[in-house]
């Protein structure tokens, strides 16, 4: 009797296994706020409070203003098109003249709400310790470069490239203001020492030349974006970027 249980169970199992085929893997974003505050631990409370003022005092205070919603999307968004404009904006505090940046998608955290931005905002976007570096890729690394960035989907690049690439992950068109590539010329150009480094499938940054990879903490990638805010506020200034057809997506 005990044999013959053990076999239908063994059975049973094996049937129930058979049903389940994975077709999908998904990834989301859970915000963990105030909805999941229902009980307060008391005890728990009182020791965090003196901790809490503190981080608070060092993530309220504003920096600047945007004039939208902003989240990260492939093929391009309106975040991913600031952050990288910031990059090509912070050149001028290096003594550089990047022609374009790139940002990667996977490196932005949050997205930033219509309104005041604080500090905190901007460690929620870029949480990693992150450096901004400049490096020089010559014309046929630029295509090899926009080829990868075509394979991911998209990633983030500033204003004046234009790449047309299709759903199949296959580059179609590449031009840097304006200009088709020259494979013959060198580029100068701006992103994160993450990516410098060739993570996140950009293999073609591995060829850079020329490196120029600060190593302070003011060259922190998010510490550029609090000083691009707060030099917009001194200007009067609120922050805005759109969807403007840096990367499109082509039928072919």
Do not use: W
């Amino acid at each position: 009797m005990m044999v013959s249980s053990l076999v239908v169970a063994s059975l049973a199992m094996v049937s129930c296994g058979s049903q389940y085929v994975m077709s999908d893997i998904s990834r989301s974003r859970i915000v963990i706020d105030k909805r999941y505050d229902g009980s307060h631990d008391a005890a728990a409370m009182n020791y965090l409070a003196p901790f809490s003022h503190k981080v608070d005092s060092m993530m309220s205070p504003v920096v600047g203003r945007v004039a939208r919603y902003m989240m990260s999307r492939r093929p391009e968004s309106a975040l991913s098109n600031l952050l990288c404009d910031v990059l090509v904006s912070a050149g001028k505090a290096y003594n550089e003249q990047p022609a374009f940046g790139v940002y990667n998608m996977g490196g932005i955290r949050a997205a930033l709400a219509e309104g005041d931005v604080r500090v905190g905002d901007v460690l929620n976007v870029a949480p990693f310790e992150n450096k901004v570096c400049f490096l020089t890729l010559s014309g046929d690394k630029v295509m090899e470069l926009f080829r990868q960035i075509a394979m991911r989907g998209g990633e983030g690049v500033s204003r004046g490239v234009e790449l047309e690439i299709t759903n199949d992950g296959r580059l179609v068109k590449a031009m840097v203001h304006g200009r088709p590539i020259d494979e013959r010329q060198s580029y100068r150009v701006v992103t994160l020492d993450y990516l410098a480094q060739g993570n996140d499938q950009l293999t073609a940054f591995k060829g850079g030349t020329d490196v120029n990879s600060p190593k302070d903490k003011d060259s922190n990638v998010r510490d550029l974006i609090v000083r691009y805010f707060r030099e917009a506020t001194a200007k009067g200034e609120v922050v805005d970027r759109e969807v403007e057809g840096r990367i499109k997506i082509v039928e072919q």
